[in-house]
């Protein structure tokens, strides 16, 4: 079986920071890349950022550009996602996601369940 396990999510102010952590189990010589999405309420599923696990080559999402940083631990199987100066707007359940290389880019074949992060004005 293949689990990705995310924390770190909770309330915090705008301007905060929060630091996700994505542990990943399972067979991962087939993982291309690693990254985040997030769905805020009545909203349609957001890429938010990714990171290919052998190069560490990152991609950011418009809205979070200079703002987040995507990085991982390949010894450890773990995918983090540092968040800086956030905003009311950030607000929403943060999904983990891993997959395998596409002629396009790459496709998610593991979610993680979810955490959820809440900005406060």
């Known amino acids: 079986q293949v689990q990705l396990v995310e924390s770190g999510g909770g309330l915090v102010q705008a301007g905060g920071s929060l630091r996700l952590s994505c542990a990943f189990s399972g067979r991962t010589s087939n993982t291309y890349a690693m990254g985040w999405f997030r769905q805020a309420p009545g909203k349609e599923r957001e890429f938010v950022a990714r990171?290919?696990?052998?190069?560490?080559?990152?991609f950011y999402g418009d809205s979070v550009k200079g703002r987040f940083t995507i990085s991982r631990d390949n010894a450890k199987n773990t995918l983090y996602l540092q968040m800086n100066s956030l905003k009311p707007e950030d607000t929403a359940v943060y999904y983990c996601a891993a997959g395998g290389r596409t002629m396009t880019g790459w496709k998610v074949n593991y979610w993680g369940q979810g955490t959820q992060v809440t900005v406060a004005s």
């Open positions: 990171v290919t696990w052998s190069a560490g080559s990152t």
